[in-house]
Every structure is written in structure tokens, then in C-alpha cells.
């Protein structure tokens, strides 16, 4: 038995980050919308944050496709599932077209989703202080790889209506690739960054009026029809019968729009408020499939975990920029520690290991209180520590079996400072390019697994129901 997946969809790559390719996709995705299409989201690689403007854009989550991470072979069912009810998937790539793992490995590269699900690229260029050299840079990434089909270009920063007629001409004469749209500089446009990379749709913004703002210039710049178009050229793929989106949510019910698969299981507590919101959608699912109720709860507002909590998921997010109504929430704090007493399983990645130590230092020097569940505190720096990392566990937990690995990514500018060295570590780092050596990560505390490494749950396939068992097997406090 076979599943054929047939959706229209495209891949908005380009040569670099920096690009425009954020506000291009969220653009088209507005645009589409307000034509009235379903619009399914997604994003290459493990960010957290360009998959909300997305979200924001098209009204449902956005799910990422990251083929490092998640075993390659499953990507075009992520892609079916998180399609469901729609009429076109989008999808933003991730830095430079064939960006992956290393330089002689595009793995989890924009070019590897695109082999993977067979979707059309269309390249953002930025071609500001660029002329000819447009049709160059377009007619390498369309020749790099016969296997990637790269069918159009969309120009960002033109400086003029004459510079778009320029490097269009360029293009379009010298590589037959059509150019599809030329969006200006526009101060407007451009969204407020920090230390890593956008602010998220979480926290307070002028989102929607960006959105509309960027509706506005795509719908008058860019051809809409001639993108579908392409869009449509996109084959068929088997994803297999047991990935059919429509399995055990009912007709045409999309995954991501089901609260609860199971009712009556256990609740799993997931922080999500504007502190902590990086967290992928896909793994809340794989929770609720495995049978767990995931109830929401804000360290920075409520005043207490929610009822009948059974296990708690502190994902990361910026705590060090909320450091101060954090620590001022000491109802919650005491909260997580009488959880922590109860042995409730606690699992705390980056931002969530940051709030269980006892302090944060922030940027300023300033020093706040936190949870004090894991000793020593977490300090920020001026020193960004990224990059994806194979981990092994380093003993049995209600989580992991000791030599166990998994794949993740941290990305991170804080370090755990006066870590003593007796707490037993969660996860040995095994050798890369980058670290010849394996590097202990992480802890493991009675019941707290917390570790600045993020995880897909998708990556491995024991997580989720591990998870639920634990929470199952667990009393309140």
C-alpha cells in the first residue's frame, strides 16, 4: 500500500542568509491567504523563530523540516501530515541554498528537503550593489546540483525600477529562468533583531501590521499566478499508506488542529508564553499521539502549574530577557519545586536548564533569582555556542538508556556557571569536525533531565512515549 502525496508547493532558497527570504515567505503566505488558499508553512532546518511569522501569516503552525536531525527518509511524510487540508505548502529554506552539515556535506541543507519532496525552488536574491553578476550567481545554484529544480527567481533590494530592469534582463536572457517579482528596499519591511536573529511572534511586536505591510508589497510586486504555477509543477510522491495525513484524525482533520488524540491521559505541563517559545509543533504532537494532554502554562503569569500535572517540558526561549518578572514570580517557582520534590519528570532544554539553576546573570551584570533546582547559575556572555551535536546518554533515566544517542542542535549565547563537579552529567557530545573530543553536557538530577542541547522528537523514536509513560507512572504533588 502507498500514499501519493500530490500538493502543489515551493521552496523559497537563496545564495546566503541575510537574504529576505523570512519576509518574502511570510509575504506570499499572507498573499495566498488572502486569496483565500489554505497554506500549509514550513521551514528547513531547526530555527525556532521564522516558523512564527509564518504561523502568524497563514493561521495554522508552522512545522520545520530539518533532514539532519529527523531521519531523511521521514521528511516527506512530515511534509504530507502538516499539509493536510491544504492547497499549498511553502516552505523557507535555510541559510545558502546548499548550506548543510559541513563543507563537503549538504545534509539538512534547503537542497536536501527539496531532493527529498521533490519541490521546485524559487531563489530570493538579494541583488542590492548587483547587476549582471544576478544571472551568474542564479545560473550556479541552478547547475550546482541537476538534482535540485530551480524554476525561478524572486529579486529583493532593487534600488530602482530601472536596476530590476537591468538584472531581469540579465537573468532571464542569460539563464531562461523566469524572474517572478522585484521587491525595493524598504525600511518598513525590515524586523527588529538580537542576539539570535529575530524577535519572536511571542513577545509584544507590531506583527500584524507587519504582515500586511508585507502582503501589500508581494501582492503588487510579484507575480502571484505565474508562482502558483510553478508551484503546480511539483510531482506527486509516495510517503506510504501507514503517513497518510488523514490516520487516526479523522476526515481531512489536520494534526495540528486536534487538541487531544486520547482523552484521559496524562498532563504534561509545556511552558509557552514570551520567555519560552522555542519548542516545535511536531513534538507536542508525538506527545498527544503517545497519549498525553498538553496543558500550557506561563512562568512569567500563572501562579501555579496547572491541575493534575503529571510531567513538566521547559522548553528554551529567552529567559535572560524576562530575568527580572521571572524571578518576581515566586508562586511558580516554588510551584516547580515541590514538583521536583514530588519526583515529577522534568525536562528543560537551554532556556528551560537556564531558568532551573539559581540565577541568571544577564547582559547588564544584573543578577536574578530563579528556580535553584539545579545548582550554580547561568550567565550570559558574548560568545554564541551553535551548531548540531550527536549526543549519548550517559546513564539510564525515566527518558533515556544509557548509551542511547540522539541528534540535536543548541544555539545559545549563556553558559552554567559553579557547576559542580559531582552532578552527573545528561549526555556525552560525541566527536564532529568541530570538536575532536567527546564534551560532557547537561544534567541529571534525580528526576530534572536539562541540557542546553534541543531535541526533535521526531529524531528519535522512543522519546515521546517514554515521555507519557513517565508522566503516566508519576503522582501530583
Not at 81 to 87: E, N
Not at 147 to 168: D, E, F, M
Not at 261 to 269: F, K, N, R, S, W
Request: net charge neutral; with cysteine.
Amino acid at each position: 500500500m502507498s500514499y501519493a502525496f500530490d500538493l502543489p508547493r515551493l521552496l523559497l532558497a537563496a545564495p546566503m542568509s541575510g537574504s529576505g527570504k523570512t519576509t518574502i515567505t511570510a509575504g506570499l503566505i499572507a498573499a495566498l491567504a488572502a486569496r483565500g488558499l489554505q497554506v500549509a508553512p514550513f521551514k528547513c532546518g531547526p530555527d525556532y523563530i521564522d516558523p512564527s511569522y509564518h504561523a502568524l501569516a497563514a493561521g495554522r503552525p508552522c512545522a520545520n523540516l530539518d533532514a539532519w536531525m529527523v531521519p531523511p527518509a521521514q521528511i516527506p511524510a512530515v511534509l504530507a501530515r502538516h499539509s493536510a487540508g491544504a492547497d499549498i505548502a511553502m516552505v523557507e529554506g535555510v541559510m545558502g541554498l546548499f548550506d548543510g552539515y559541513a563543507g563537503d556535506d549538504d545534509a539538512g541543507s534547503s537542497a536536501h528537503i527539496a531532493r527529498l519532496t521533490a519541490t521546485p525552488v524559487v531563489v530570493v536574491l538579494s541583488v542590492q550593489a548587483m547587476a549582471r553578476t544576478a544571472a551568474a550567481l542564479v545560473a550556479g545554484l541552478r547547475d550546482f546540483d541537476p538534482r535540485v529544480y530551480v524554476a525561478g527567481v524572486i529579486l529583493n533590494n532593487v534600488g530602482s525600477p530601472r536596476h530590476a530592469q537591468l538584472v531581469t534582463q540579465a537573468i532571464e536572457r542569460d539563464t531562461g529562468l523566469p524572474v517572478l517579482g522585484a521587491l525595493a528596499r524598504e525600511a518598513a519591511l525590515n524586523l527588529p533583531e538580537r542576539h539570535l536573529g529575530l524577535v519572536p511572534t511571542a513577545e509584544p511586536g507590531r506583527w500584524q501590521t507587519w504582515i500586511a505591510q508585507v502582503r501589500a508589497r508581494v501582492e503588487a510586486d510579484i507575480d502571484l499566478d505565474r508562482l502558483l504555477a510553478i508551484a503546480r509543477r511539483a510531482p506527486a510522491i509516495d510517503v506510504g499508506a501507514k503517513h497518510r495525513p488523514e490516520i487516526g484524525l479523522g476526515e481531512r482533520q489536520p494534526c495540528w488542529a486536534n487538541a487531544s488524540l486520547l482523552q484521559g491521559g496524562p498532563t504534561i505541563a509545556v511552558a509557552r508564553d514570551a520567555a519560552f517559545s522555542f519548542l516545535y509543533e511536531e513534538n507536542l504532537d508525538l506527545l498527544r499521539a503517545a497519549g498525553a494532554q498538553i496543558c500550557f502554562f506561563s512562568p512569567l503569569h500563572d501562579r501555579a502549574l496547572p491541575s493534575g500535572t503529571r510531567a513538566i517540558y521547559l522548553c528554551g526561549g529567552f529567559p535572560e530577557l524576562y530575568a527580572a518578572q521571572l524571578s518576581a514570580n515566586q508562586p511558580l517557582r516554588e510551584s516547580l519545586r515541590a514538583a521536583a520534590v514530588a519526583g515529577l519528570p522534568i525536562y528543560a532544554e537551554c532556556g528551560g536548564l537556564m531558568y532551573l539553576t539559581e540565577a541568571v546573570v544577564d547582559a547588564e551584570g544584573q543578577t536574578h533569582p530563579l528556580v535553584g533546582l539545579l545548582p550554580g547559575r547561568s550567565a550570559m556572555t558574548g560568545r554564541l555556542t551553535l551548531g548540531y551535536r550527536t549526543v549519548q546518554a550517559q546513564a539510564d533515566s525515566w527518558l533515556w538508556r544509557s548509551g542511547e544517542t540522539v541528534r540535536g542542535h543548541e544555539f545559545h549565547y549563556s553558559i552554567w556557571e559553579q557547576r559542580p563537579s559531582a552532578l552527573p552529567w545528561l549526555y556525552a557530545c560525541l566527536p564532529d569536525a568541530m570538536r575532536p573530543a567527546p564534551t560532557p553536557e547537561g544534567a541529571q538530577q534525580g528526576t530534572i533531565l536539562a541540557s542546553y542541547i534541543h531535541l526533535h522528537f521526531r529524531a528519535h523514536p522512543e522519546i515521546a512515549p517514554r515521555f507519557v509513560a513517565a508522566a503516566r507512572a508519576s503522582s501530583p504533588p
